[in-house]
């Protein structure tokens, strides 16, 4: 665990004073892009609900995977909805290990928070990725103003296939969003050959202590900036409209095309969360 002292100064304009799902998740993963409320709040939530964390590692290996996949499918243009502040196994950083260096790949990164963007924006700029990868500070509840910014027009040519990420970011899209709206603007701007990656929080059809664990987690997380919403499968399958769904389909997180096996805590953290992958066969 990183030494807790070092947060970063926050950048001008930042609230402090109440915790953030992005820089709590950061802290989920080990990262030291949070403040004491973030970390205090994190370890009330992992009290009451041990399996955040390692369902939040869950989530950053199938990104990993995920983006692997596409540009083994031949994908070379990502945006990566909600994604926070800068934690190891990025996209950008994905895609710099996985191609050749003489491949070339663009990435775009949404978020709204205002700490997410200034430290990304500081990661890109110190490992010399300006040039391909880039940071948009927008809302993804909308999808216009997203997809019409001059960072994502640089980047992004949208008569070329696009793998568009939303993980872990559509439980924070309530009911009063039109969430299946949102999905229909972003999927009807991709053309054929675009992939869209997706996780999402549920309560997997657990039950007993199980079940009000992660409801209890859920109602912790009402009380923030970004209160969560739950979705069951079918659900979460609707959220991928008429896209064919990639093998093995909407899964746990830890079954979409697993590279290693669980262990301890891991495995009781596998239920609470529904992924997959799907591809736009348009013609």
Known sequence: MPDESSAPEAPEGVDTEKPSAARVYDWFLGGIQNWAVDREFGKRVEARWPHVRPGSRHNREFLGRAVRAALDAGIRQFIDLGSGVPTVGNVHEVVREHLPADEHATVVYVDYEPVAVAHATLLLERQGAGDWAGIVQADIRDPKAVLRDETTRRLIDFDQPVCLLMLAVLHFVGPDDDADGIMRTYRGRLVPG??????????????????????????????????????????????????????????HIPDWRPERQLAGPEVDARP????????NRAR
């Not at 990656?197 to 007993?208: A, I, K, W």
């Not at 609470?272 to 591809?279: E, I």
Request: with cysteine.
């Open 272 to 279: 609470f969360a529904w992924c997959g992958v799907a591809v």
């Open 194 to 251: 675009s992939w869209l990656v997706l996780s999402h929080m549920t309560v997997g059809g657990t039950t007993g202590e199980a079940r009000r664990g992660v409801l209890d987690f859920a109602e912790q997380y009402r009380n923030t900036s970004n209160p969560v919403w739950l979705r069951d499968h079918h659900e979460v399958v609707e959220l991928f409209g008429d896209w064919e769904l990639l093998e093995p389909g909407v899964v």
